[in-house]
């Protein structure tokens, strides 16, 4: 079964609008506000995708399988559907247009676990611990949406779950523009944004990347969402060799907790097997012991590897704004916006806005 992507849109933009206008129904309201609350709680939210699409489908054709969300794994199943398709090219995009939040952004909410891996939502693919709770809340409200004979009645579920995840979607504070702050002030308010909440990773990987976007362009660095299994790039920040091109050109591996020899070993095998020939790894906990700096060098130059080891912030916004383009002062100024608009990249929450907005302006 193909669902109908202009349908689909014009049911959507229909139930968002009546969602702010007309009656939402109080059993849909409250089953998917406890789907939010769990998912929160596990700070695992890509449940709230699949329940997102899986009410959209429902809504345009009741004959959809739920279950069925791989058409390749169905068989002859004639109903059938492809979600990942479906959130793709519609439920996605749209969601940022009309204001209410999936959980997870990205134009491929599904490229998570557990249904990364799933050729059929009941075929018992392991998830973690944690997942499990707000999973089989999810799975009890698709039996419910499986049990409905209708397109309107499916309609109300998603009229529900719009008006929910609208109280979800995040209200970042607008972007600061030019500040006049110096490198030693920069590097203060760095090292307490990450240090006041880790936000699992977030916010050190955001501040690195917003580091190597002044040093770069943001045109060629990437850096993906958090433990985001599509992700094909070696490290968590990374520099292609020109705008558009395969071939990387740096790779930087960012840790707010302890690193061990190991892990730089494991990390530079990586950036080796992808051809990457220029790698760094970010030690930014307090408590990082000091590694044997020269023996893991040596390992990697063995190996066809140039490796940087930063122990800390300091030194690395030291070199990131002596090889800019411009001079320190104003490197250091251009870096607060581009850290700003990498935190929202990586799903950070918007108190960390608040945090670093505050902390750059003293």
């Keep these: 079964m193909k669902i109908n992507s202009a349908r689909a849109e014009a049911v959507l933009r229909e139930q968002a609008g009546l969602a702010e206008t007309g009656p939402v129904d109080p059993d849909w ?29 429902k809504s345009v054709d009741i ?30 995009p749209l969601a940022a247009e009309l204001g209410f939040s999936l959980g997870v952004t990205g134009r491929e909410p599904l490229n998570n676990q557990p249904y990364f891996r799933m ?17 089989e809340h999810m799975l009890g409200l698709i039996r419910a949406l499986s049990a409905l004979e209708s397109e309107a009645e499916a309609c109300e579920a998603l009229r529900a779950f719009v008006a929910v995840r609208r109280r979800y979607q995040p209200v970042y504070a607008d ?11 920069l590097k203060q308010a760095v090292k307490a944004l990450v240090a006041e909440n880790s936000e699992g990773g977030r916010r050190a990987q955001a501040v690195a ?29 990374c520099i292609r060799s020109a705008v558009g091109s395969d071939t990387w050109e740096k790779a930087v591996e960012v840790r707010d907790k302890p690193v061990r020899a190991a892990d730089v ?27 044997a700096v020269e023996e893991l ?16 912030w300091d030194d690395l916004i030291d070199q990131i704004l002596f090889w800019s383009a411009l001079p320190k002062s104003s490197a250091a100024s251009v870096v ?23 902390l750059v302006l003293g």
Excluded at 43 to 57: E, K, M, N, P, Q
Excluded at 122 to 134: A, I, L, Y
Excluded at 297 to 312: D, K, M, N, V
Excluded at 336 to 357: G, K, M
Aim: net charge negative; hydrophobic share 45%.
């Design 297 to 312: 060098t040596a390992w990697a130059a063995e190996r066809g590897l140039s490796l940087t080891l930063f122990q800390g």
């Design 29 to 57: 309201l409250r089953e998917i506000e406890e789907l939010s609350r769990l998912c929160e709680e596990a700070d695992i939210r890509t449940h709230i995708a699949f329940f997102g699409v899986a009410t959209l489908a």
């Design 175 to 185: 972007a600061l523009g030019d500040v006049a702050i110096s490198p030693e002030v």
């Design 119 to 135: 050729k059929r939502l009941d075929d018992g693919t392991p998830m973690k611990e944690s997942s499990r709770k707000p999973f």
């Design 63 to 92: 004959r959809a399988d739920l279950y069925a969300i791989k058409p390749k794994h169905a068989g002859d199943n004639p109903n059938a559907f492809s979600a990942r398709i479906l959130i793709y090219d519609v439920l996605a």
């Design 265 to 291: 070993r494991i990390f530079g095998a990586k950036c080796v097997a992808m051809g990457v020939h220029e790698a760094a790894v970010l030690m930014a906990a307090a408590d990082q012991p000091r590694l």
């Design 336 to 358: 607060v916006d581009h850290v700003q608009a990498r935190l929202v990249t990586v799903e950070a929450s918007p108190a960390a806005i608040e945090s670093w907005q505050r």
């Design 209 to 237: 990347a917003g580091l190597f976007d002044v040093f770069a362009g943001p045109e060629r660095v990437e850096s993906g969402r958090i433990n985001d299994p599509s992700r094909k790039y070696p490290g968590d920040v």
